[in-house]
């Protein structure tokens, strides 16, 4: 895996990928921390609101973004989305009012969703080769979860000498290291003389998604995955100070049990799916996670010290449940594409899989405020349950996955 990081453009990409990261997980520390202090214990409902809208910005940014700037460089177009960022996060320590957090959220990750599917369509022209392509994406999955590993400890860490507005400043940091990095890389040369109108080139991504059985059912696997990633990132504040006496660095540590769960799963998967199919893998993990989430319902009524231990066994359980998940998921994507139509089934799956967390952000923050935790976790359960069986009726074992299947079935 990392014999692609001999490649000297996409060994820069990915350090730009991997320090932006770090800046985001900085970010999720950060906005739960500061929600805690404008709203105490309906902070999970204002960081539930606020991931809504994150997401908002996700599903209606990022394809028509793909679509409108298939021709501006991606030199300008990845910079240009960092220095934002970088501005917005430096605005976010001064904040007062739970609606300003809505707002800079808002354009925050407006940004974000121009640079995350703009940096994955230019990783196929950087590795042509099918091969070294597949290791990136392996790659990038990894650092995906380790960010959730480290950003947490970092922040920990932090949080024994500073205050956590200064994690902000962090964040700002990783955007800025990632700008650079972007600007002293040679990127290819953007050309497409697609005759598609503008709206056929939206939607063309989830076009193909649901038409086909392994994507569908994909489509469903990612509620499932919503479900228990929006328990752990709304409202892990919540357990951790609210019901269990616990402070800052314990909610950053929390999350990193999450990451850890997420990291250790990732790391054994190539040897897995070496000998078991994906789909067998995937749907493990869709019964993960609803026994995860029903195991989240029973921590508030513990003492904090069983609590505390379960919480991290639970967290590190869902972590896993979701990486059976995600970390197989690009294989797919792969597999069920071409060249001509790869960048827009990832975009679409950017853009779709974070449409799931329109439901369960406000779900797990809002019912979480009104309705106590073990009511918003048996709750996100049922969500998950529902959604894992409708990805086993969606994806039949019959349906082919590979991309030799795929190829034979066009």
Not at 157 to 181: E, M
Request: positive net charge; hydrophobic residues 55%; charged residues 10%.
């Amino acid at each position: 895996m990392l014999a692609v990081l001999r490649h000297t453009r996409f060994r820069r990409l990915f350090t730009a990928q991997v320090v932006a990261l770090i800046g985001t997980g900085l970010l999720t520390v950060a906005l739960g921390l500061l929600a805690y202090d404008l709203a105490g214990a309906h902070a999970g409902a204002v960081l539930g609101t606020a991931l809504a809208v994150k997401m908002v910005a996700y599903v209606a940014v990022a394809p028509v973004i793909s679509a409108l700037t298939e021709r501006v460089p991606r030199t300008t177009l990845l910079v240009s989305a960092d220095v934002t960022r970088v501005a917005i996060a430096l605005v976010l320590p001064w904040v007062t009012q739970t609606w300003q957090i809505y707002v800079l959220i808002a354009l925050l990750q407006s940004a974000s969703a121009t640079f995350t599917p703009a940096f994955q369509s230019v990783i196929p022209s950087v590795l042509p080769e099918e091969e070294q392509y597949t290791r990136a994406l392996s790659l990038s999955r990894l650092a995906y979860d380790l960010e959730s590993l480290l950003s947490p400890i970092l922040a920990a860490a932090a949080l024994t000498v500073i205050s956590y507005h200064l994690l902000f400043v962090g964040t700002a940091a990783g955007f800025v290291a990632s700008a650079v990095l972007v600007l002293t890389t040679r990127l290819p040369r953007l050309t497409s003389d697609r005759p598609e109108p503008l709206w056929e080139r939206i939607t063309g991504g989830a076009r193909i998604m649901l038409d086909r059985p392994v994507l569908r059912g994909l489509l469903a696997m990612n509620l499932a995955v919503a479900a228990a990633t929006s328990m752990v990132v709304v409202n892990t504040v919540v357990y951790v100070r609210d019901r269990l006496d616990g402070s800052n660095t314990g909610v950053a540590l929390a999350l990193g049990c999450f990451g850890f769960g997420s990291m250790v799963v990732a790391l054994a998967l190539p040897r897995v799916l070496a000998n078991i199919p994906d789909r067998q893998v995937m749907m493990t993990g869709c019964r993960i996670l609803p026994a995860g989430l029903v195991a989240a319902a029973v921590i508030p009524l513990l003492g904090p010290v069983a609590g505390a231990g379960l919480l991290a066994v639970t967290w590190a359980v869902l972590g896993a449940g979701t990486s059976m998940i995600n970390t197989p998921s690009a294989r797919l994507l792969r597999a069920q594409s071409d060249s001509d139509s790869r960048t827009a089934v990832f975009t679409a799956q950017f853009s779709l899989s974070h449409a799931c967390y329109l439901l369960t952000y406000p779900v797990a923050g809002t019912l979480g405020a009104l309705a106590g935790l073990p009511i918003t976790a048996v709750a996100l359960a049922v969500i998950a349950t529902l959604a894992a069986t409708t990805a086993v009726r969606m994806w039949p074992v019959s349906a082919p996955a590979d991309s030799e299947a795929v190829a034979a079935e066009r």
